[in-house]
């Protein structure tokens, strides 16, 4: 079993929310492919990284994860790509982990 994270901007380089509809239709998606989501969006997690330049670079994100049995790079990798474009990201990190279900 995996669990896949999915680290997703609340701002755009403006610094304008983006609208819940992307969000919503985030979780639709992969709850009809994966049989379910849950999404962290009431709290947004700050993340912080240094850019090529050496500057701190921060932003608000909303985690959304998912629990598969098994691990499809490929879809995994096309679904981020889609995801980079309709949030207008460089990059959209996603990250998978194995877990045990107790």
């Given at each position: 079993?995996h669990?896949?994270?999915?680290?997703?901007?609340?701002?755009d380089a403006?610094?304008?929310?983006?609208?819940r509809?992307?969000?919503?239709?985030v979780?639709g998606?992969?709850?009809?492919?994966?049989?379910?989501?849950t999404?962290?969006v009431r709290?947004?997690?700050?993340?912080?990284?240094?850019d090529?330049?050496?500057?701190v670079q921060?932003d608000?994100?909303?985690?959304?994860?998912?629990?598969v049995?098994?691990l499809?790079?490929?879809w995994?990798a096309?679904?981020?790509?889609?995801?980079?474009?309709?949030f207008?990201?460089?990059e959209?990190?996603?990250?998978?982990?194995g877990?045990e279900r107790l």
């Amino acid at each position: 079993m995996h669990l896949v994270q999915i680290f997703l901007p609340l701002y755009d380089a403006r610094g304008e929310a983006f609208g819940r509809s992307l969000f919503d239709r985030v979780r639709g998606e992969l709850t009809d492919v994966h049989g379910g989501v849950t999404a962290f969006v009431r709290s947004p997690a700050v993340g912080a990284w240094e850019d090529e330049a050496g500057r701190v670079q921060r932003d608000e994100v909303v985690l959304v994860e998912v629990m598969v049995a098994q691990l499809d790079h490929g879809w995994w990798a096309r679904y981020r790509q889609q995801l980079e474009q309709r949030f207008d990201q460089d990059e959209i990190l996603v990250r998978a982990m194995g877990i045990e279900r107790l």
